[in-house]
């Protein structure tokens, strides 16, 4: 028999509810640091991405020629910061318009995998080009 002066007892109810609310608040704060993460791979990729483009615009007038795709594509990669766990993709050096509007354009891609403890999140991908305008010959 439950008596009224039982159900009126609130002993250990901030523990269910610090038990309720712990795991919630753990999720949000890891969350924050996967989200500071993909941050911090968007930065690096923009960094290499501006050292690949920087480099592309270097002029040699002794070979009268830019560097190659591959020393650009080089620069990229040694250039980046903050990826550890992702997948890095080779950079694209589209050369299209290279010679009749004097640019060229450089894609580049990183996929950030996401983990939020309990659950595996989304691949983020990231994605960022630049042109950079090359002196013609």
């Given at each position: 028999m439950?008596r009224?002066?039982?159900?009126r007892?609130?002993?250990?109810?901030?523990a269910?509810?610090f038990a309720?609310?712990?795991p919630?608040?753990i999720?949000?704060?890891?969350?924050?640091?996967q989200i500071?993460m993909?941050?911090?791979?968007?930065?690096?990729?923009?960094q290499a991405?501006?050292?690949g483009?920087?480099y592309?615009?270097?002029f040699?007038t002794s070979t009268n020629?830019r560097?190659t795709d591959?020393?650009?594509?080089s620069?990229?990669?040694?250039?980046?910061?903050?990826?550890r766990n992702?997948t890095?993709?080779t950079?694209?050096?589209s050369?299209?318009n290279?010679t009749a509007?004097?640019?060229i354009?450089?894609?580049?891609q990183?996929?950030?995998p996401t983990?939020?403890l309990?659950f595996?999140g989304?691949?983020?991908?990231?994605?960022?080009?630049?042109?950079?305008?090359?002196?013609?010959?």
């Amino acid at each position: 028999m439950i008596r009224l002066r039982d159900l009126r007892d609130e002993a250990g109810s901030a523990a269910m509810e610090f038990a309720f609310a712990v795991p919630v608040l753990i999720l949000m704060i890891w969350g924050i640091f996967q989200i500071a993460m993909v941050l911090q791979a968007s930065a690096g990729v923009q960094q290499a991405l501006g050292e690949g483009a920087r480099y592309a615009t270097i002029f040699n007038t002794s070979t009268n020629a830019r560097p190659t795709d591959a020393q650009i594509s080089s620069k990229i990669t040694s250039a980046k910061f903050g990826i550890r766990n992702g997948t890095w993709h080779t950079p694209v050096i589209s050369t299209a318009n290279e010679t009749a509007s004097g640019y060229i354009d450089i894609t580049v891609q990183y996929d950030v995998p996401t983990n939020f403890l309990f659950f595996n999140g989304p691949n983020v991908s990231l994605t960022q080009s630049k042109r950079v305008y090359t002196q013609k010959v």
